[in-house]
């Protein structure tokens, strides 16, 4: 009672106005988002309402905010295309659902696979993905432009030096918004990005025919959606843990994730996940707790319903002057040392993973290839095997796996002799293929002639072999 209490009302008067800085920050993300799937406003931002809602109740990392994100929009734009609304809707709700049963057996166990240069990749990425995304806000868009973003990013990096009680994104947003309106500058503000709806969402079941057939069109989005939506949500959580210096549970993100979703889905808003820029926003303004999403999503609805009017005319170079900070906060510039001091594969493993991320925009992409690169340079590593002939005995350094039975048998083609010791003593035996190395090398040197005596055996690999001969 005492962890639920702390983490609702530990830290109410920040959590609060971090919230306030998060629900300002989802409007013109969310209306990105339903650019890129090609959908009404109105299903982003319901999305991105009823998902930081739900997940701060049901979510296992504390200060975590989820709502509509690139990452899912891109999973959904062919579906909107090639089938529409309700099809959207629907494969949100299926979302839900596997992204629940995954949480239910225990998906988040896998982030213990993901290297720390995989990671790093990840972060990298992301860090330069949510500058890029800023770009078409200030370039080419006039002096003044530049100016409201130059000075709103001063503004967050200098308030704090002097000023703390109110986050600093948040006073840099009014005091430029104040600027803004009174000076008569033309800018362009998030009203040019889409309409607002003034009602909040209700409930409906997705118009769609239930039956096998749909159920074949929409799986293969909503097994990719949960995928990407869950390695995003996951990620993240880490991210955050780094940063605050504390432990969440995972597989109640995984299933929170899947309950928001599947919610989501059944009052007109498209899949989410975890975002990690509004996130570290959120931790950077001193939200902590279950308070922050809760207020983000709240006041994000309270904004475009009550305050539309007014949250319309907020510049977008003011906006994107704050994600901007967002950007080289997430970025890790201990990289360039990591690129420096690591070993040659995991640098190149992140490198890779980072490239492959902005090309395909892709997060669930770059991470599997990162962590099949890293497992293929760790298995090419250990494989390693030596055979030294000491006295007649020859000895054998390193484990015997799959990958290191060819240079295994290579090693005993031009052995003879009345009586061959193989010795185990400093080597492990670990699969079939171990075993399958060692009978096919007795039987080679058997055919010749040699007597061959296997020894030095541990208990695992001696089971392993007993039960295999």
Known sequence: MHTL????????????????????????????????VGVDPRVALYASFTIAVITAFVGGRPGLISAATGAMALVLVSLMADHGLQYVLAATVLTGIIQLILGGFGVANLMRFIPNSVMLGFVNALGIMIFMTQLPYLVGSGVMTYVFAIVTLILV???PRFFTAIPAPLIAIVVMTAIALFSGVKLQSIGDLGTMPNSLPTFFLPDIPLNLETLKIILPYSLALAIVGLLE???????LDDMTDTSSNKNREARGQGIANFITGFFGG???????????INIKSGGRGRLSTLTAGVFLMFLIIVLGDVVVKIPMPVLAGVMVMVAMT???????????SAPRSESVVMLITVAIILYTHNLAIGVVVGVILSALFFVAKISRVTVTNE????KIKGPLFFASTTKFIQSFDQVTGK??????EDSQLWDESAVGA???????LESKGSCVIIQNLNASSEQLYGKLL
Do not use: H
């Not at 609702?8 to 920050?25: C, E, P, Q, T």
């Open 5 to 36: 209490q702390q983490q609702w009302f530990g830290n109410v008067r920040a959590d609060v106005l971090a919230g306030i800085v998060v629900g300002l920050a989802l409007i013109p993300e969310a209306l990105a988002f339903a650019f890129i």
């Open 157 to 159: 990096y200098a308030v």
């Open 330 to 340: 997430t970025f890790n510039w201990g990289s360039f040392k990591f690129l420096k």
């Open 438 to 444: 060692i009978l096919k090398v007795k039987q080679k």
């Open 233 to 239: 949500s996951l990620l993240t959580s880490q991210v």
């Open 419 to 424: 009586e061959v010791i193989i010795d185990f």
């Open 391 to 394: 006295a007649g005995v020859y």
């Open 270 to 280: 498209m899949a989410g996940c975890a975002l990690i820029g509004q996130s570290v």
